[in-house]
Each structure stands twice: as C-alpha cells, then as structure tokens.
C-alpha cells in the first residue's frame, strides 16, 4: 500500500521536485497536492493521510492556519514543513520536522524518522478503529438510556404501588384496633385474664402494624419529595433532638457529647429525620448501660472528605452483617429486645444518598456501634 502524502503547495515545480525526491528516497507515495487553503480543508475533511508536508506560506493561507487545521482534523498525523525558510518553523509546537528545498534528498529519510513503525495506510486503520469504538460506544449509551428510562418507570411504579398498598391498610387497621378497645372496655367483666392478654396482645401488633405504614409512607415521600437545600447546623439538630430525648426518659443516665458548627448544605427537614433516627437508635441501643454514652461530631478522612459520625456504647452487633442494615425490615436483634420497625436505617440511607452522600456503620457485639456518613462539601 502506498503512504499517502497531502502536499499544500503553489509552485508546482517544486510539486513535482518533491514527488521525485521521494521516489529517489524509495518511498512508494500517493501525493495529493493542493495549492490553496480551500483545497487543502477540503482533502483533510474527504481523504485520510499518512503525512502532511506544507510551504510555508500558500496564497491567502500560511502555515499557522494549516498546522492547527491539520492537528484539528488528523490528530496524529505527522506534519512537516517543506520551505525555503524551515528555521522560521524549527521550534513551533505540532510541527514534526522541517526540511529546507535546497535539502530535498533529505526529505525520504525525515518521513521515515517521523514515521518509525508506521506502514502505509495506519492512519486509516486507527481512524477506522476509531468510528468502531464510536459506534458501539453510541449503541451501548443508547441501551444504556432505555434501560434506565424502563428503570425510571418500574421505581416510579413500585412507589405509587407502595404508597397505595401502605394508604389502604390504615383503614381496617384502624378498625381492629377500635373494636379491640371497644371490645376490653365493654366485655373487661366478662373476660377471663387469658382472654384479656390475647386482645392487648391484638391491640399492640396493630400499632406496631401502623408505626409500620407510617415508616414506609415516610420512606415513599422521602423518595419522591424535591429536595429544599439550605444551609444546616447539623450540631443545632443534634442538641434539639437530644433535648427530646432526654425529656421522654428523665431517668436515663446518657452522657452526649455534641460538636458544635458542623455546617452542611442541604433539605433541613430530611437532614433532622436522618440525624433524629440514628440518635435516637443510639438512644435504644444503650438502654441497658447504667451510664451510657453518645457522641456525635466530624472528622477529616483519608481522601480529604468531612464524615460525620454517631457513635455510642450500647449493644452492638455483630460485623458480618453490617451489609444488611440498610435494607427495609432488617432487624439484628429481638423485637422484644429492641422493638421497631426495621425502617429507620433505611430511610437514613436513602436521605444520605439523596443528598449525593454515602454511609456506612461499624460495630462489635456489645462494644457498641458508629454510624458514618458524608455529605457533597459545603461551597
């Protein structure tokens, strides 16, 4: 196969003097010689080349204009500069050699330097592999964007079925738990004990039933919900929330330790849910210690980014299973122990992740547990 040359050149004595220089050189050349600039974008846009040799100056185009046409158009492919004057272009950035017309013989041999390993018609096989590697890089991003609209649809669909499955039970719900009530106040003289225990019993799995419902209405709104982003004192939100819980269990003894002015950006309700339920685990988890303790504050991580933390010395768990706690209805102790409803970490996950943030969590059985979490920087 022939090297295919593009030689930009008025004179066309020195056109021909170039073409026998390179048989001379033993070069087998295709030169396509153009002598104007229109010429010359015309066959960078229709033809591939091997090599581009230039004069310095053609009518109404110098060699600037025909370098940065070149490296636009043919990235990669060798430029030189064929003049009377090469040492005008000896040092300008993209141009792979210069060679002077009274040093023509030279010419051969300055290609083959340009062009070490090439072989004829490389260029055109790179520029064919490219617009393969084009082509299916276009069809995968095209089936990339189906599946995720077909993605889009399903979560959109699972939320409204979610929401409406979670609407509909609150009704005979509600009626359960009325007639129990109705039915221990009315018939209280005419049940035995046993009979008494099975409709409390009736009555307290319906509530949880109905804390359930909330939860995932909760998670269904949090979901759908447009995020309002403001600037948020996440230690203001850590105080409020602790002073709430301390007024449900005056009798507890739970040191917290609160970091003051961490700031963050983002929804200041969503972000008082997310920090509300991790304290509030920390809380229940630590039930048991006589003196517990809880801490929330920042740190600066390997790679730079400010993570937030809720740490405490309650029960713990066991390692292996941190994967499982962010999923809805995961539960790594008894309800009888520790009663809930297996949602609340799974709410947290998905506030954080709205929010562009990542968490995670860390524990040992009954060393207690810390919570992690990031959030975007604060600009």
Request: hydrophobic letters at 40%.
């Amino acid at each position: 196969m022939k090297l295919r040359v593009l030689h930009l050149e008025d004179n066309v004595a020195d056109v021909e003097l170039v073409r026998s220089m390179l048989a001379q050189g033993g070069l087998d050349c295709d030169v396509l010689a153009v002598n104007s600039g229109a010429a010359y974008l015309a066959a960078l846009q229709q033809a591939q080349f091997d090599v581009i040799l230039s004069d310095s100056n053609v009518p109404g185009y110098d060699r600037g204009a025909a370098l940065s046409a070149a490296h636009e158009r043919r990235p990669g492919v060798p430029f030189i500069v064929v003049s009377a004057n090469p040492e005008r272009a000896d040092r300008a950035e993209g141009v792979a050699a210069c060679v002077a017309k009274t040093e023509l013989q030279r010419l051969a041999q300055t290609i083959r330097r340009v062009l070490p390993d090439a072989t004829p018609g490389q260029f055109d096989a790179a520029a064919a592999h490219v617009r393969d590697l084009e082509r299916r890089l276009a069809q995968r991003t095209a089936e990339l964007d189906r599946r995720t609209r077909e993605l889009e649809v399903l979560n959109r669909e699972l939320e409204t079925f979610s929401y409406a499955v979670a609407h509909d039970l609150r009704s005979p719900l509600i009626s359960i738990d009325g007639f129990s009530q109705v039915l221990l106040e009315s018939s209280a003289a005419k049940l035995d004990e046993t009979d008494r225990g099975h409709l409390e019993r009736i009555s307290l799995g319906v509530r949880h039933m109905h804390r359930l419902i909330n939860d995932l209405l909760n998670l269904s709104t949090i979901v759908r919900a447009p995020l309002h982003t403001t600037v948020v004192d996440l230690g203001e939100l850590a105080q409020e929330i602790v002073q709430e819980l301390r007024a449900g269990a005056a009798e507890r003894r739970v040191e917290c330790v609160i970091a003051e002015g961490i700031k963050v950006q983002g929804d200041a309700g969503l972000l008082r849910l997310a920090l509300a339920s991790l304290l509030s685990n920390a809380w229940k988890f630590t039930g048991s210690r006589e003196q517990a303790h809880i801490t929330f504050g920042a740190r600066t991580d390997g790679k730079g980014r400010d993570v937030y933390y809720v740490r405490d010395d309650g029960a713990g768990f066991d390692p292996q299973y941190a994967g499982k706690l962010f999923g809805p209805f995961q539960r790594l102790h008894p309800q009888t122990q520790f009663p809930g409803t297996g949602i609340g970490l799974a709410t947290v996950q998905r506030i954080i992740h709205r929010h562009g943030g990542e968490i995670w969590a860390e524990s040992s059985v009954d060393r207690g547990a810390s919570f992690y979490f990031t959030l975007p920087p604060t600009p």
